[in-house]
């Protein structure tokens, strides 16, 4: 019932700053949590950050708590990721993800709908 779509990755030193994108199609956004998750070369994807459908409720792993932020805007239909202080350990292709819950889940396993991914390099 929705289609995904990141963007803003790319190639950065450590320290640096980044935002990613996650583009929703179709009108029913607000109904959805909305998930990052991130999988680096030879690891399983794992969960980073997820938002409740009114944007209120935040989740965070505790290897980006303080670092990364969150946010969505559902005028928009679009859900960001604001990456600072990166770190080459945060070398990986991270993916947006959507669930019809009133919950924030943190199991890739509760979301339906996937993106594509989009990579980030974290040069030292």
């Known amino acids: 019932q929705v289609q995904l779509v990141e963007s803003g990755g790319g190639l950065v030193q450590a320290g640096d700053s980044l935002r990613l994108s996650c583009a929703a199609s179709?009108?029913?956004?607000?109904?959805?949590?909305m998930g990052w998750f991130r999988q680096a070369p030879g690891k399983e994807r794992v969960f980073v950050a997820a938002?409740?459908?009114?944007?209120?409720?935040?989740a965070y792993a505790d290897s980006v708590k303080g670092r990364f932020t969150i946010s969505r805007d559902n005028a928009k239909n679009t859900v960001y990721l604001q990456m600072g202080s990166l770190k080459p350990e945060d070398t990986a292709v991270y993916y947006c993800?959507?669930?019809?819950?009133?919950?924030?889940?943190?199991?890739?396993?509760?979301?339906?709908?996937w993106g594509q991914g989009t990579q980030v390099t974290v040069s030292s």
């Open positions: 993800a959507a669930v019809q819950s009133a919950v924030v889940p943190r199991s890739l396993n509760d979301y339906t709908y």
């Open positions: 179709g009108r029913a956004f607000s109904s959805y949590s």
């Open positions: 938002i409740s459908r009114s944007g209120i409720l935040q």
